[in-house]
C-alpha cells in the first residue's frame, strides 16, 4: 500500500520539525541527526523516509555518506496555507491598535 505523504502530515509530528530545524542549519548525515534524539536510529530513519517522501529534506550522496539537506521551496506551501491567516490575524491587531489609541487620546 503506497501512502501519499504530504507536508502537513510531516510536520505535524514534533520530532520531524526537530529534525527539520536540525537541517535547516547544514546538511546532515542520517547518523548525525540521530545522535540528537533519544530514539533508536530506526526510528530516526523512518522519520527521514517520511521527510524525504514529501521533499521538505533532499538526500545527496557525498562518497559513503548521504547528507540530507532541507528544502526551503517546499515549505512553501505551508506558507501559503498560513498567509491568509496571518493576514487575518494582521488586520484584526491594526484595528486594536487603532481602538486603543483612540481610547488612549481620549483619556
Not at 546538511?27 to 517522501?53: C, K, W, Y
Not at 506558507?79 to 481602538?99: G, M, Q, S
Request: charged letters at 30%; a positive charge.
Amino acid at each position: 500500500m503506497n501512502l501519499r505523504r504530504d507536508v502537513f502530515q510531516a510536520i505535524a509530528d514534533p520530532t520531524r520539525r526537530a529534525i527539520l530545524l536540525l537541517v535547516a542549519s547544514q546538511a546532515m548525515t542520517a547518523g548525525a541527526i540521530a545522535a540528537n534524539f533519544d530514539t533508536a536510529r530506526p526510528t530516526v530513519s523512518r522519520h527521514l523516509q517520511i521527510l524525504t517522501e514529501c521533499e521538505l529534506l533532499e538526500p545527496r550522496q557525498k562518497g559513503r555518506e548521504i547528507y540530507y539537506h532541507f528544502n526551503p521551496g517546499k515549505m512553501k506551501e505551508v506558507a501559503d496555507f498560513l498567509e491568509p491567516f496571518r493576514k487575518l490575524w494582521d488586520d484584526r491587531f491594526n484595528k486594536l491598535e487603532d481602538i486603543m489609541k483612540t481610547y488612549n487620546a481620549k483619556k
